[in-house]
T-cell receptor, first 115, second 116 residues
């Protein structure tokens, strides 16, 4: 069974500093996608970044980057130059064709940004 | 691009009544739509997956007769909570994918349902 684990229920970071959110997953598949979604207080889920498992290069989107370690089944999110607007719940998600397009979500990490 | 809307954003109803929630993909055709339920400070729980023109696939433990899902077109899916009870009060979120399995899910803003 596919599972996604986020071991940090809560994290905090000083404004302008860097923070890393961890995510591990369990799968026997070789072909899959990984995602990080952000859910601010408005509760609108926003795609932050996604990574294709077949790509060795880590995905990057402006201040957001991932460290994808396929062998270790690890997919951490690094937020650089943290801003107050980054405060939100962050969910890691996994998707594979063998699960009918279904996403598996982690339990989330609540990020606080300290001014 | 890839905007998903939900209506209504909030609804309050009396116990025993039915409530319909609409999910629309505004600028793309959604071959697959998903319905989630989220309790406070928890992750999203998938309720069902629907493909346009076919019956929804419900997750284990989700009553299909209580949560009716219709995906009549490539841009619209509806979730009807029938004979609602206070325990159905929750935050319901829909999402949509454009094509195939490799595409991202784009989420609606959610609907807060309160059953009195």
């Amino acid at each position: 069974a596919q599972t996604v684990t986020q071991s940090q229920p809560e994290m905090s970071v000083q404004e302008a500093e860097t923070v890393t959110l961890s995510c591990t997953y369990d799968t026997s598949e070789s072909d899959y996608y990984l995602f990080w979604y952000k859910q601010p207080p408005s509760r609108q889920m926003i795609l932050v970044i996604r990574q294709e498992a077949y790509k060795q290069q880590n995905a990057t989107e402006n201040r957001f980057s991932v460290n994808f370690q396929k062998a270790a089944k690890s997919f951490s999110l690094k937020i650089s130059d943290s801003q107050l607007g980054d405060a939100a719940m962050y969910f890691c998600a996994y998707r594979t064709p063998n699960t009918g397009n279904q996403f598996y979500f982690g339990t989330g990490t609540s990020l606080t940004v300290i001014p | 691009g890839a905007v998903v809307s939900q209506h209504p954003s909030r609804v309050i109803c009396k116990s025993g009544t039915s409530v319909k929630i609409e999910c629309r993909s505004l600028d793309f055709q959604a071959t697959t739509m998903f319905w989630y339920r989220q309790f406070p400070k928890q992750s999203l729980m998938l309720m069902a997956t629907s493909n346009e023109g076919s019956k929804a696939t419900y997750e284990q433990g989700v009553e299909k007769d209580k949560f009716l899902i219709n995906h009549a077109s490539l841009t619209l899916s509806t979730l009807t909570v029938t004979s609602a009870h206070p325990e159905d009060s929750s935050f319901y979120i829909c999402s949509a994918s454009m094509r195939g399995w490799a595409d991202t899910q784009y989420f609606g803003p959610g609907t807060r349902l309160t059953v009195l």
